[in-house]
Structure formats: structure tokens, C-alpha cells
């Protein structure tokens, strides 16, 4: 078991540009969260999947936004045509949805900056 | 939605101290975990308490859901417990989402 993954850890880009952030779940976990989280404020919910299927969305995820989990187990989080408010940390959690506990656990953040 | 809300937003302490952090939620919950951010950003678990006590080492935390509150001990803080602490909770009525709180800023001197 080696934890929750994301791929960048770092991304600067310009406005305007399209960018794409991967995150590798925990290998038997069924869920994948993907939240956001700006300087000085706790994590907000972005959007989340069971195994394939994502099953909700956040008002925060604009049309410009969009995520995959193609076969249940990587998921990727696109960003289009992005702008300077998109700078933030986005963290991927993943959890094992249907035992009485659960946690979720989260990656190491890929941390965007927008110029 | 529900709402999160702990105190205090910062807190200063020399090494050796022992601190409380409180986080006070609104609604009823059925997932409550509590989390250390580190200088890197990384969100560490340090439990998973929707009720109950638990203890690991120097950490202890116990959550009152009748009450809707959970408490954060730390003893003997050393420097490298600074980091941001955040509680995080789920609605009953909710299958995913964990809603944060904004956290309590903790800085160890030594």
C-alpha cells in the first residue's frame, strides 16, 4: 500500500491554458474524491466517484472543469481555458466506501499556480 | 449545508505544553475525522472519531455527537506538531463529501 498519489506536485501555467492533474487512489479503495483548497482555508468538495461513476458535483466545478475515472481506478481532473482564480492545492482522497469506517485518505496535492 | 466551526483559529505554545482544540459542528454527523496539515501541504489522519474516545500516544480526541462537538488533546506538544489542524465532517444524510472546517493554526516554540 503506498498511499494516495498525484502527479504534478507543481504546475504554473498560463491563463488561458488547459491543464490536466492524475491521481492514483489507494489500489482497493472504491471511492476518489477530488476537493480544492485555497490559502488560509480548509479543503472544499469538488467532486466524487464510485468505482466509475461520479456521483456528485460541486457548484464549484464550473464547465471549465471536468474529471474522469475511466476503468474505477486513476482518475484525472482537467482544467480548461484556466484562469488566475483557479490557483489553489487540489488534493485527491480515496476511501473504501462500503465498510462501517470510513476514512479517507489524501494525496500529497497538486499545487497550481495561474499567471 | 452543515456547518463547521473551530476554535481557536491560532494558537502559540511553548514546548511541553498540552493544548485543546475544539470543533463544533451543526448538524448530525456520521463520519468525523481530524486531520494535521504539515508545511508541505500534506493532510495526515490522526483519527476517525464520529463518537467516542480514542487515544494515539501524545494524541487524544473525543466526540460528543449528541452534543455535536469533538475535542483535539495534544500533551507534551513538541515543535513538530506545528501545522494546521482540521476537523472534517459528513452529514448523515450524505454518501460522500467530508465538509472542513477552517482549522486551528498551531505553532510550537521551542
Known amino acids: 500500500d503506498t498511499g494516495v498519489s498525484q502527479d504534478p506536485r507543481h504546475k504554473i501555467t498560463k491563463r488561458g491554458q488547459n491543464v490536466t492533474f492524475r491521481c492514483d487512489p489507494i489500489s482497493e479503495h472504491n471511492r476518489l474524491y477530488w476537493y480544492r483548497q485555497t490559502l488560509g482555508q480548509g479543503p472544499e468538495f469538488l467532486t466524487y466517484?464510485?468505482?466509475?461513476?461520479?456521483?456528485?458535483k460541486s457548484r464549484l466545478l464550473s464547465d471549465r472543469f471536468s474529471a474522469e475515472r475511466p476503468k474505477g481506478s486513476f482518475s484525472t481532473l482537467e482544467i480548461q481555458r484556466t484562469e488566475q482564480g483557479d490557483s489553489a492545492m487540489y488534493l485527491c482522497?480515496?476511501?473504501?466506501?462500503?465498510?462501517?469506517?470510513?476514512?479517507?485518505?489524501f494525496g500529497p496535492g497538486t499545487r497550481l499556480l495561474v499567471l | 449545508g452543515i456547518q463547521v466551526e473551530q476554535s481557536p483559529p491560532d494558537l502559540i505554545l511553548q514546548e511541553g505544553a498540552n493544548s485543546t482544540l475544539r470543533c463544533n459542528f451543526s448538524?448530525?454527523?456520521?463520519?468525523l475525522q481530524w486531520f494535521h496539515q504539515n508545511p508541505w501541504g500534506q493532510l495526515i489522519n490522526l483519527f476517525y472519531?464520529?463518537?467516542g474516545t480514542k487515544q494515539n500516544g501524545r494524541l487524544s480526541a473525543t466526540t460528543v455527537a449528541t452534543e455535536r462537538y469533538s475535542l483535539l488533546y495534544i500533551s507534551s506538544s513538541q515543535t513538530t506538531d506545528s501545522g494546521v489542524y482540521f476537523c472534517a465532517v459528513r452529514r448523515y444524510s450524505s454518501a460522500s463529501k467530508i465538509i472542513f472546517g477552517s482549522g486551528t493554526r498551531l505553532s510550537i516554540r521551542p
Open positions: 448538524d448530525s454527523v456520521n463520519n
Open positions: 466517484f464510485q468505482n466509475e461513476a461520479q456521483l456528485e
Open positions: 472519531i464520529p463518537s
Open positions: 482522497a480515496s476511501s473504501l466506501g462500503h465498510t462501517g469506517e470510513e476514512t479517507q485518505y
